[in-house]
């Protein structure tokens, strides 16, 4: 899979790499950007970041720089289609609104191609482990990579559901568009070493408990606010879909699912496709994406000292109060 570099540059002591990859499914390459620190840690894994559905790798560059700072080398892919510059191009009558191939097929063809170029040592890192990180659609496509092929029963699920359909769960329209396309055979023979997603969904890709067949750590951030996928109706069930002792859910009081977006300001001011109503935002999201920040770093470092995290409950910090919660936990919340 050939790449090719266009520009390098540092910050600080960042270095962010751009490059094209060329992938077979794509008519044009698609783009990534990998940041490193020059102090990057060989024994830390590579993290590849997904945006969400009309997300871009600007709104999570609080993520990349942290992490990166603290000697993970972080990828961040550009799903062309699927990505904000297609929905400004739709909004302005220039190109067609994406479909299933855009949100699913192509953004999992993606994944694969990077990992692929991983594994084959193209991105120049001592070794091919990886951690698989997203916020909405891009956890989403983590979890479809890394598990198993949505239920049978997906078309009969999203019959039952849509007909019940409330505006409180707008995931279930795009879950229901998996049954659309084939799902792609994986090229990478690796697992993820972790997984981390931010306001999650799939309880109609994944219905019952440990359905997903993930085994892998996996940490989900949701905020109480989040009315795209309700915490309590779709990512609880996510989260019950998966096994793994360290398992953990962080829950902050207030964030919504727009809380781990940073919008860039200029972009803000001369587009209308950004701006959300602060009703929708919710508390305070850069405290929201400072706390998630401290407790992705310390999942991280329990999952390498395979130590297994804490519960926590009704605490505070940043002036947000939020729980790390377990499986056994949410069950019980879920069942009264």
């Known amino acids: 899979m050939p790449l090719k570099n ?3 540059k540092s910050t600080k002591d960042l270095i962010k790499i751009y490059k094209k990859i060329y992938a077979p499914h794509r008519v044009k390459p698609f783009e990534i950007e990998i940041w490193k620190s020059n102090k990057t840690n060989d024994d830390k894994e590579l993290i590849i970041f997904m945006p969400g559905l009309g997300g871009e790798i600007n709104n999570f560059k609080w993520i990349g720089n942290e992490l990166a700072r603290r000697g993970w080398p972080i990828l961040f892919i550009d799903h062309r289609g699927s990505n904000l510059e297609s929905f400004i191009e739709v909004l302005e009558g220039k190109e067609t609104i994406p479909g299933s191939a855009d949100f699913f097929l192509y953004r999992i063809k ?3 191609a990077v990992l692929k170029a991983h594994e084959n040592g193209e991105f120049g890192l001592t070794n091919d482990s990886y951690i698989l990180m997203g916020h ?13 092929k949505p239920t049978d029963q997906l078309e009969d699920k999203c019959d039952s559901a849509l007909k019940d359909f409330a505006i409180t769960n707008l995931s279930k329209l795009l879950q229901c568009q998996l049954s659309e396309i084939p799902f792609p055979k994986k090229n990478n023979t690796n697992k ?5 997603g931010f306001n999650s969904f799939g309880s109609l890709i994944w219905p019952k408990e440990n359905s997903t067949g993930i085994k892998t750590p996996t940490l989900l951030i949701g905020g109480t606010y989040d009315l795209i996928t309700p915490l309590m109706n779709e990512q609880f069930k996510v989260f019950s879909a998966l096994k793994n002792p360290s398992n953990r859910f962080l829950i902050i009081e ?10 860039n300001k200029s972009y803000e001011e001369n587009n209308d496709v950004f701006k959300i109503s602060e009703s929708f935002i919710g508390s305070e999201p850069i405290l929201v ?4 920040t401290k407790f992705i770093v310390e999942f991280l470092k329990n999952i390498k000292d395979q130590k297994i995290p804490a519960v926590v409950k009704n605490q505070r910090d940043l002036g947000l109060d939020f729980h790390l919660l377990d499986l056994k936990t949410i069950k019980e919340i879920s069942e009264n």
């Open 6 to 8: 266009t520009e390098k």
């Open 110 to 112: 993606d994944l694969d």
């Open 136 to 148: 909405s659609l891009g956890a989403l496509i983590a979890l479809l990579y890394e598990g198993n």
């Open 192 to 196: 993820a070493s972790a997984i981390i």
């Open 254 to 263: 207030g964030a919504s699912h727009f809380s781990p977006i940073r919008v």
């Open 289 to 292: 994406q400072d706390l998630s």
